[in-house]
């Protein structure tokens, strides 16, 4: 495998398929090395924030987890015609909050929005589907946008 850089000044290889900065051979351009990304519209996704104070109870965790589960795939399964969300990702990524203050324990202040302060848990969706037929990469992002969102 060799894996030297394109001649100095030389502009990176582009294919249909892939942009790269290092090609094993320069004349097979489907065969990156290093990094490949794929050339096409990326799929959206909401990405919402939850603050502890929306989960502290727990009638506010069933009613996040209700509103969650009404969008989700069984969605789909029971009522055919309607798009939903594939699947959800959580992240808790954030700092612990400190319950006297109700901030991040680094919290210090600066640029970040006092909302981001208070934030334990990141969801988002992984992806849009329909069980009757395939949606178009704006059908998909117009659903999230004016539907799930």
Same mark, same amino acid.
């Given at each position: 495998m060799n894996n030297k850089p394109a001649e100095e000044g030389a502009p990176p290889t582009i294919t249909n398929k892939y942009w790269c900065l290092i090609f094993p051979d320069p004349k097979n351009t489907s065969n990156c090395d290093l990094h490949p990304t794929d050339v096409q519209r990326w799929r959206q996704s909401i990405r919402f924030l939850v603050n502890f104070s929306t989960i502290d109870k727990k009638e506010r965790r069933k009613a996040l987890v209700d509103a969650?589960?009404?969008?989700?795939?069984?969605? !789909?399964?029971?009522?055919?015609?309607?798009? !939903?969300?594939? $699947?959800?990702?959580?992240?808790?990524?954030?700092?612990?909050?400190?319950?006297?203050?109700?901030?991040?324990?680094?919290?210090?202040?600066?640029?970040?929005?006092? $909302?981001?302060?208070?934030?334990?848990?990141?969801?988002? &969706?992984?992806?849009?589907?329909? &069980? &009757?037929?395939?949606?178009?990469?704006?059908?998909?992002?117009?659903w999230m946008h004016f539907t799930l969102a």
């Open positions: 969650l589960m009404k969008y989700w795939q069984p969605m !789909c399964d029971e009522y055919t015609n309607l798009p !939903c969300v594939s $699947g959800y990702s959580t992240e808790l990524f954030f700092p612990a909050i400190d319950e006297t203050t109700g901030k991040g324990v680094y919290a210090t202040g600066g640029a970040i929005s006092e $909302g981001f302060r208070e934030v334990g848990i990141q969801i988002y &969706n992984t992806g849009v589907n329909s &069980n &009757n037929r395939s949606m178009t990469f704006e059908e998909q992002e117009n």
